[in-house]
């Protein structure tokens, strides 16, 4: 789908359903790709230049913000790669960013959000990871920017209760499970019958795509249980502040 039209359709969606919505482009590390989103529309993009040396990452990060702001549209950007899960003894020792590169990192740039490796990776865990707060709470001293936790996915609900006890931990961020969930809704139309070719008649897709469907819901609504404050989530983009 062409980004803008997507931009339309789930703003239209989101409006009939009344909920607030905010359009994010996810670890992109393509220059023309991160405009071409801020052009179509989107609320926010996150430039990922982690694998980069810290300078080029600050480099990189400023030019996109530049752009962006001047379109009203957020930026979250991203110190220390947070990598992809591996075996068990490597998810309890997963790197994390170092405090020197994100004090220099947050000194020199002007974002919105701000994501760090803090221990967590994105995938599944093998192991239990190990969460490093001190320095969620540390960089919580240094700005008052939204921080962001990546790799979501197989954190316990303790895990997540004592992330959102950071009073700056402001999304977190879930994919995994959710494609886990668009698996389910699959396999649950095969052991319900729904892809049986039926003689002369195919079979009914649209009966799988809700399938699919609510098997995500699902996931959505157990998660949104126990992410939810208390007075309701709030989204709000520069250009709702504009
Ligand atoms: P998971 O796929 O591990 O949930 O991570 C999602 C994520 O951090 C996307 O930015």
């Known amino acids: 789908m062409d980004r803008a039209e997507f931009a339309a359709h789930v703003r239209s969606l989101a409006e009939k359903q009344g909920v607030p919505l905010y359009l994010h482009l996810d670890h992109c590390k393509d220059m023309a790709l991160l405009r071409a989103a801020v052009d179509a529309g989107w609320d926010s993009v996150m430039v990922d230049a982690s694998a980069l040396p810290l300078a080029e990452n600050i480099a990189m990060t400023n030019k996109i913000a530049a752009y962006a702001h001047a379109h ?14 591996g075996r068990a003894e490597e998810d309890a020792g997963i790197p994390v960013a170092s405090m020197e590169d994100i004090r220099a990192f947050l000194r020199a740039t002007d974002i919105d959000l701000f994501a760090a490796a803090i221990g967590t990776a994105h995938g599944l865990y093998h192991g239990t ?7 969620i709470e540390e960089i919580g001293y240094l700005t008052d920017l939204p921080f962001v936790i990546h790799g979501g996915t197989g954190l316990s609900d303790d895990m997540f209760r004592a992330l959102l006890a950071h009073p700056n931990v402001k999304k977190i961020n879930i994919s995994t499970e959710v494609k886990q969930a668009y698996r389910r809704g699959i396999l649950a139309s095969i052991d319900e019958g729904l892809l049986q070719v039926m003689t002369g008649q195919g079979f009914e897709a649209t009966a799988v795509a809700a399938r ?3 098997s995500i819901r699902t996931m959505a609504e157990e ?9 309701g989530i709030k989204a709000e983009g520069r250009r709702g502040q504009q």
Request: glycine share 10%; net charge negative.
């Open 223 to 231: 998660k949104l249980a126990l992410l939810r404050p208390a007075d």
């Open 72 to 85: 009203g549209v957020h930026v979250e950007a991203e110190v220390g790669q947070i990598g992809k899960t």
């Open 212 to 214: 699919i469907a609510e």
């Open 129 to 135: 990871p190990v969460l490093h707060h001190d320095m």
